[in-house]
């Protein structure tokens, strides 16, 4: 059975740090670049960083570029999202997200997302 399961949201200060955390179970892990997503209210779901497999590239989206770190540790098969110099605009559920491309389609796993925010 697969588990996907964020944590480390809250409530924090604008200028304040979180780190959140997506524990994985019941696939393979290693196998599966992960992402984090996340859904302000009245929004659409915007992914905000990925990381590859063994490479372990990462990308972002542009909001966040040099105050947001995702890693992953395989052996753990845990991912992170290290926030930093947070804002009022970073306000939303933040989703861990792991896709596997399966030769003509992608496997995707989700969970149930954590709330963040940033308030004064």
């Known amino acids: 059975q697969v588990h996907v399961v964020e944590s480390g949201g809250g409530l924090v200060q604008p200028g304040g740090s979180l780190r959140l955390s997506c524990a994985t179970s019941g696939f393979r892990f290693s196998t599966y670049a992960m992402r984090w997503y996340r859904q302000a209210p009245g929004k659409e779901r915007e992914l905000v960083a990925g990381?590859?497999?063994?490479?372990?590239?990462?990308n972002y989206a542009d909001s966040v570029k040099g105050r947001f770190t995702i890693s992953r540790d395989n052996a753990k098969n845990t991912v992170y999202l290290q926030m930093n110099s947070l804002k009022p605009e970073d306000t939303a559920v933040y989703y861990c997200?792991?896709?596997?491309?399966?030769?003509?389609?992608?496997?995707?796993?989700w969970g149930q997302g954590t709330q963040v925010t940033v308030s004064s």
């Open positions: 997200n792991a896709r596997r491309f399966m030769g003509w389609y992608n496997n995707d796993y």
């Open positions: 990381i590859g497999t063994i490479s372990q590239i990462t």
